[in-house]
């Protein structure tokens, strides 16, 4: 069901923005804005988005760390299922962060 959600909000995106495409990253279906990766679903059924180094953590957003001997990936972060609710907010933030970085 998850992956299901994250796949709708993908299809939005792309038929909304003709710069945004499907992808992957690290074998996880992406979404990308002109072949860059802004959001994508994690392994662990969480969707991850690229909202920048600083971005202020709330209460259901986590940095996200896929390493076990390393930090956590620089202003990426992770929003588990049960604020999926969110997960469209969150994709269209780093979409619009991605578009203004070029």
Same mark, same amino acid.
């Given at each position: ?6 796949? %709708? ?12 495409? $499907? ?9 990308? =804005?002109?072949? &860059?990766? /802004? %959001? +994508? /679903?994690? !392994?662990?059924?969480?969707?991850? /988005? $690229?909202?920048?180094?600083? =971005?202020?953590?709330?209460? #259901?957003? !986590?940095?996200?760390?896929? +390493? &076990?001997? &390393?930090?956590?990936? &620089?202003?990426? =972060?992770?929003?588990? /299922?049960?604020?999926? #609710? !969110?997960?469209?907010? +969150? ?9 203004? #970085?070029?």
């Amino acid at each position: 069901m998850e992956e299901e959600i994250f796949e %709708a909000i993908r299809q939005v995106l792309i038929s909304e923005h003709t710069q945004v495409h $499907k992808g992957q990253i690290m074998r996880s279906p992406a979404i990308l =804005y002109n072949e &860059k990766v /802004f %959001a +994508f /679903f994690s !392994r662990k059924r969480r969707m991850v /988005f $690229k909202l920048g180094e600083n =971005y202020p953590l709330e209460g #259901d957003v !986590r940095p996200f760390n896929p +390493f &076990k001997n &390393k930090g956590p990936m &620089k202003g990426w =972060y992770e929003v588990d /299922f049960s604020h999926l #609710d !969110r997960w469209q907010r +969150f994709a269209e933030k780093a979409l619009n962060r991605m578009s203004q #970085d070029g």
